[in-house]
């Protein structure tokens, strides 16, 4: 009987370590995937600018695309520490992470703003005023998952994948400009869809690894999800355009 015991007890321990080596390498995973999508996205309009013969970008442009790669690279980084086991300073680097999501925030909404300001007349696809609508979406969602995320810091379960959802919500700025012609000719649901993605691949992990998807990832990929549609409606509507053009006027 006792030795059913210990084997019982060995067998359950080892079951729990291939479950967390095998959620370190999912994150880990997911990390590297964002960074290469963000790279492929933005190499020709920011990293390899010069190498593309792009004009220099305004030091607001610079300041957003240093604040947005730094959560990119910050993600990575605690996946990496969680990998190795370095809880306490991945705990530290999440105050750092607090303010720059609020920091985020902010330069993604002035950015959105003045970019549009800058930018009255459109031939092909939506008008500026209408399209103000997503990148302004999209840093509603992301401060919502990840406000989510900090508030339940103390249920790994939950934070990780909200975190992680958070960072999938602001994607489709980097899947916009992959260099897929599909993409502009679809338009929105082209590049919303290659980023949601993401999130049917966290599906298909919780499915495998847990049984049933968790109710983190039903609840912040079906926020991402529906706004996505919700804001193509409303961006066309009359009421946005007034608003989006006296939100420029301040810009």
């Known amino acids: 009987m006792e030795q059913v015991i210990v084997d019982n007890r060995s067998a359950a ?3 729990a370590t291939t479950s967390r080596r095998r959620e370190r390498w999912f994150y880990t995973g997911m990390a590297i995937a964002f960074v290469v999508t963000v790279f ?3 190499a020709p309009t920011y990293y ?3 190498y593309f013969g792009m004009p220099q970008l305004a030091p607001l442009l610079h300041l957003h695309g240093i604040v947005f790669t730094s959560w990119i690279a910050l993600f990575l980084t605690q996946t ?13 680097l999440g105050i750092v992470g607090g303010a720059l999501a609020v920091t985020m925030v902010i330069i993604g909404v002035v950015t959105a703003i003045i970019r549009t300001q800058q930018s009255t007349t459109s031939l092909v696809g939506p008008s500026p005023l209408s399209f103000l609508i997503i990148p302004l979406g999209d840093m509603l969602v992301f401060a919502s998952l990840v406000g989510a995320g900090f508030y339940f810091r103390r ?3 939950l934070h990780k994948r909200l975190l992680l959802l958070a960072t999938v919500s602001i994607l489709p700025a980097a899947t916009a400009r992959l260099p897929f012609a599909f993409i502009q000719q679809v338009g929105p649901l082209a590049f919303f869809g290659l980023a949601d993605i993401f999130i049917v691949i966290v599906l298909i992990y919780d499915l495998v690894t847990r049984g049933r998807v968790h109710r983190a990832t039903v609840c912040g990929g079906l926020i991402i999800v529906l706004s996505q549609p919700l804001r193509l409606l409303i961006g066309n509507t009359s009421a946005w355009i007034t608003f989006a053009s006296w939100l420029t006027q301040w810009a």
């Open 13 to 15: 321990g080892y079951a």
């Open 40 to 42: 492929a996205g933005f």
């Open 48 to 50: 390899l600018r010069p």
């Open 80 to 92: 990496t520490l969680i990998a190795a086991k370095r809880t306490g300073i991945h705990r530290r």
């Open 155 to 157: 249920r790994v379960d």
